[in-house]
């Protein structure tokens, strides 16, 4: 199995930092606290949210033990099973301008050191290996052992099974909590006091995220355009409805979810483009990895694959974008990132 999966209960504690009394347990909110502050995001059609982020005053109100697991915790781990092998094969890695702003921000504010780095709801590893380059250990936290199976080997790191709210490291253990395309699923309270507990004081918490992308870049800009919009016809119009409501979080790229007092200081936002050149044949297999594409094939009853399909338009479309028929004519895709930082509190 490519990765190294250590269970709730299992070894190797000590040596990276494992508790054994985590167990699996997931539900989402939208709430934080008690300071409240109204952001309204608005993205796909279908997925207006409004967020209610509270800053809590009293740390203890927001401490309560986790909820154990329910079904809509179940159906969140078992949605991104069934993707893992493609989530592995055709997600971005991620680009080393985040982990230069992060590194920068960790040396200005951090612990110090670099002994131990948490890669939360760490999917397949993609955050995981490259923190792996940064720090002594990397622990990476996931719900679902389909998705840690399909991450790469990686000497100093390894991976329990929990969930964010509720993971299997110590007290003040790393240096580092890391979210990359995740927190918009959490319970942003419990998340933010499970970070605050299993950090350092003086410790870094990264989040980020991509919103949606645009083909551009390449040597024709007409055809960048043309596939950009058949990409948001399919992102939009026909798979709008069955995007999750959270996801309009991902694309105003975390705005009113940042952590705050008592129990984090220094916050900050900033603001990025990743950039990936791939083949067109890459671009549809990354759309195949959007949970509202999976959602869409389920709810319709349709095989990857076969008609109804809609990423098979997609790609002539793209095709015909390009005026080509090579489907591994590489072009470029980029995406607006936005990156929180903030610094654990001694409260």
Same mark, same amino acid.
């Given at each position: 199995?490519?990765?190294?999966?250590? @269970?709730?209960?299992?070894?190797?504690?000590?040596?990276?930092?494992?508790?054994?009394?985590?167990?699996?347990?997931?539900?989402?909110?939208?709430?934080?606290?008690?300071? +409240?502050?109204?952001?309204?995001? /608005?993205?796909?059609?279908?997925?207006?949210? &409004?967020?209610?982020?509270?800053?809590?005053?009293?740390?203890?109100?927001?401490?309560?033990? $986790?909820?154990?697991?329910?079904?809509?915790?179940?159906?969140?781990? %078992?949605?991104?099973?069934?993707?893992?092998?493609?989530?592995?094969?055709?997600?971005?890695?991620? /680009?080393?301008?985040?982990?230069?702003?992060?590194?920068? #921000?960790?040396?200005?504010?951090?612990? @110090?050191?670099?002994?131990?780095?948490?890669?939360?709801?760490?999917?397949?590893?993609?955050?995981?290996?490259?923190?792996?380059?940064?720090?002594?250990?990397?622990?990476?936290?996931?719900?679902?052992?389909?998705?840690?199976?399909?991450?790469?080997?990686?000497?100093?790191?390894?991976?329990?099974?929990? /969930?964010?709210?509720?993971?299997?490291?110590?007290?003040?253990?790393?240096?580092?909590?890391?979210?990359?395309?995740?927190?918009?699923?959490?319970?942003? $309270?419990?998340?933010?006091?499970?970070?605050?507990?299993?950090?350092?004081?003086?410790?870094?918490?990264?989040?980020?995220?991509?919103?949606?992308?645009?083909?551009?870049?390449? %040597?024709?800009?007409?055809?960048?355009?043309? &596939?950009?919009?058949?990409?948001?016809?399919?992102?939009?119009?026909?798979?709008?409805?069955?995007?999750?409501? !959270?996801?309009?979080?991902?694309?105003?790229?975390?705005? @009113? +979810?940042?952590?705050? &007092? $008592?129990?984090?200081?220094?916050?900050?936002?900033?603001?990025?483009?990743?950039?990936?050149?791939?083949?067109?044949?890459?671009?549809?297999?990354?759309?195949?990895?959007?949970?509202? #594409?999976?959602?869409?094939?389920?709810?319709?009853?349709?095989?990857?694959?076969? $008609? @109804?399909?809609?990423?098979?338009?997609?790609?002539?479309?793209?095709?015909?974008?390009?005026?080509?028929?090579? /489907?591994? !004519?590489?072009?470029?895709?980029?995406?607006?990132?936005?990156?929180?930082?903030?610094?654990?509190?001694?409260?």
């Amino acid at each position: 199995m490519p990765g190294r999966l250590v @269970g709730a209960c299992r070894a190797r504690e000590a040596r990276v930092g494992l508790r054994n009394d985590c167990a699996p347990s997931y539900t989402v909110t939208l709430m934080h606290g008690n300071c +409240m502050r109204h952001v309204s995001t /608005t993205g796909h059609a279908e997925a207006r949210v &409004a967020v209610e982020t509270r800053c809590n005053a009293d740390a203890a109100a927001a401490s309560r033990p $986790p909820p154990t697991a329910s079904g809509s915790a179940r159906s969140f781990a %078992d949605l991104f099973a069934t993707q893992a092998q493609d989530y592995a094969r055709f997600r971005p890695s991620y /680009t080393s301008n985040i982990y230069a702003s992060i590194e920068a #921000y960790a040396a200005a504010h951090g612990t @110090g050191t670099r002994e131990l780095a948490a890669d939360i709801a760490c999917g397949s590893g993609q955050a995981g290996a490259d923190l792996a380059k940064l720090y002594t250990r990397v622990v990476g936290v996931d719900a679902s052992p389909e998705q840690v199976a399909q991450a790469p080997p990686v000497p100093n790191m390894t991976y329990g099974l929990g /969930t964010a709210e509720r993971t299997p490291l110590h007290d003040a253990s790393c240096d580092l909590v890391a979210v990359a395309q995740a927190l918009h699923w959490f319970d942003l $309270p419990r998340f933010y006091t499970e970070a605050h507990r299993i950090l350092k004081p003086r410790g870094t918490l990264a989040v980020w995220c991509y919103a949606t992308g645009r083909l551009e870049g390449s %040597d024709d800009a007409d055809g960048d355009e043309r &596939a950009t919009q058949a990409l948001l016809h399919v992102y939009d119009g026909i798979l709008g409805p069955h995007w999750d409501a !959270r996801r309009a979080l991902v694309d105003a790229e975390y705005e @009113g +979810m940042e952590p705050c &007092a $008592p129990l984090w200081t220094r916050v900050e936002r900033h603001h990025m483009f990743m950039t990936k050149r791939w083949p067109l044949s890459h671009v549809i297999g990354y759309v195949r990895t959007w949970s509202a #594409y999976n959602t869409y094939l389920k709810r319709h009853d349709i095989v990857q694959g076969r $008609p @109804g399909d809609p990423a098979l338009p997609l790609l002539q479309a793209l095709l015909q974008a390009y005026r080509t028929k090579d /489907t591994e !004519r590489e072009v470029v895709m980029t995406w607006p990132v936005g990156l929180l930082l903030a610094t654990r509190s001694s409260v």
